[in-house]
């Protein structure tokens, strides 16, 4: 009876903390600025490694970073531009789940059926643990000269 009462108020506890989550637009935008932040920071970084590196004087610094910006506003028309065409593409590829979705409910039994749902969701989360795994693996590029012997 003590166990019953401990898991109901465990999962009381636990329903609590995840209403707790909900994000709001005010929150959105402060992790878009603090992103935003933390990216400024990390290309001024790698800018000053670069200059560190190469040994480059304030004129190169200042060409590099305007070639920066410049591709960075190329690639921001370039992501707009084809906003329209991303979002077709994830319709269809939304529509064609669905069907294949519909097709597999017809074919398979409720249980074959539930449990190819529950596999599914299993493999979906080993594939976003993989992902933030190789993202964690990357490291930053080392533009040092190799040191002779």
Do not use: C
């Not at 401990?6 to 009381?12: E, N, P, Q, V, Y």
């Not at 402060?30 to 970084?45: L, N, V, Y």
Request: avoid cysteine; hydrophobic fraction near 35%.
């Amino acid at each position: 009876m003590k166990k019953l009462v401990l898991a109901i108020a465990f999962m009381g506890i636990g329903s609590f903390a995840m209403a707790q989550q909900t994000t709001t637009p005010q929150d959105k935008q402060a992790r878009r600025a603090e992103m935003q932040q933390k990216m400024q920071q990390k290309h001024q970084e790698h800018l000053d490694q670069m200059q560190k590196d190469l040994n480059l004087n304030q004129s190169q610094v200042a060409q590099i970073k305007s070639l920066h910006e410049k591709r960075k506003s190329e690639m921001k028309a370039d992501f707009e531009k084809n906003k329209d065409a991303r979002q077709a593409k994830m319709e269809d590829m939304k529509a064609k789940r669905a069907q294949m979705d519909a097709d597999m409910k017809k074919i398979l039994t409720p249980d074959q059926y539930d449990k190819w749902q529950a596999d599914r969701k299993a493999k979906m989360e080993q594939r976003k643990v993989a992902m933030k795994d190789r993202k964690m693996m990357k490291k930053p590029m080392n533009t040092a000269a190799p040191e002779a012997k």
